[in-house]
């Protein structure tokens, strides 16, 4: 860890990376929200808005996928869950594999998220053993990691990312970097309409590019899609996305509603 973060602290001196337009992505995370009539009319705005050069995730209930991914395919929007198990199979009532994801035209799973660190006790082993088997399942993943208030507040936020992330996504190798995308979300900022300032949120992404380079290097680094998360909306995604390091969001609330998350996703062109 030490030689991670002296690194990265030379690093943040030398190095000055553009924005990179090939970087960005929008995602949605719709949580537990939306009956499946309200589903398909959202996700129906969605394709009357979307540009055949936009990135657009949505990462939906696991009943949805499979109708949802036939109603998006062959357009630029791609389905993500918001979860999967880490065993391949087995006895596990109740539970979905990334095999079956795969199976029903899944192309992202959301892992590593707060709310599952929090109500459902996952821990970056746990979210390790998780990414790996989506990998297996050829799924692509978007990891996510963020603080907690009282950490922010200590000012030990920058840290305490950097171990989330060297447990978890920092183990793995450049070539299945590749199929990585990073949300930063802090907790803090997560449904309490607070906002990471555009500089926080640049600050933090610029010490995960730089955990990145001093692990994988440069071009795997700077390929890196990292997005943030935490009460974006259509008022504060320019400033956000101005950013040279913020590749786009990872939005909840105001992904429920098509004019709201459309509105966004032009802040991301
Ligand atoms: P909000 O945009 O509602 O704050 O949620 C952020 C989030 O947790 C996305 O995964």
């Not at 998006?72 to 791609?78: K, M």
């Not at 087995?90 to 959301?110: F, H, K, P, Q, R």
């Not at 109500?119 to 297996?136: Q, R």
């Not at 950013?243 to 996703?265: E, N, Q, R, T």
Request: contains cysteine; aromatic residues 8%.
């Amino acid at each position: 860890m030490c030689v991670i973060l002296y690194t990265y602290l030379n690093y943040l001196d030398v190095n000055k990376i553009p924005h990179m337009k090939e970087r960005n992505v929008l995602a949605g995370n719709w949580k537990m929200n939306l009956d499946y009539m309200d589903a398909i009319q959202l996700v129906q705005a969605l394709l009357e808005g979307v540009e055949d050069t936009d990135r657009m995730i949505i990462s939906v209930p696991y009943l949805y996928i499979s109708g949802l991914a036939k109603l998006t395919n062959n357009s630029p929007i791609e389905i993500a869950a918001q979860n999967c198990h880490q065993k391949e199979k087995g006895a596990y009532t109740g539970e979905i594999s990334a095999n079956m994801l795969a199976s029903v035209g899944t192309d992202y799973v959301v892992l590593g998220h707060s709310e599952r660190r929090e109500y459902f006790g996952e821990t970056d082993t746990l979210i390790l053993e998780k990414i790996k088997m989506a990998f297996a399942s050829n799924l692509k993943v978007i990891y996510c990691c963020g603080e907690p208030l009282d950490v922010r507040e200590a000012d030990n936020h920058s840290h305490f990312v950097a171990e989330q992330i060297e447990a978890s996504i920092l183990q793995l190798s450049s070539e299945e970097m590749k199929n990585i995308i990073i949300a930063y979300e802090p907790i803090w900022a997560i449904g309490t309409g607070k906002t990471a300032s555009a500089e926080q949120a640049q600050e933090m992404h610029k010490v995960i590019r730089g955990l990145l380079v001093s692990k994988f290097g440069s071009e795997t680094a700077e390929a890196c899609s990292i997005l943030y998360g935490g009460s974006v909306k259509p008022a504060n995604a320019d400033e956000l996305f101005a950013m040279p390091d913020v590749d786009g969001g990872l939005v909840g609330g105001a992904s429920l509603k098509a004019d709201s998350f459309l509105s966004i996703l032009r802040s991301n062109r």
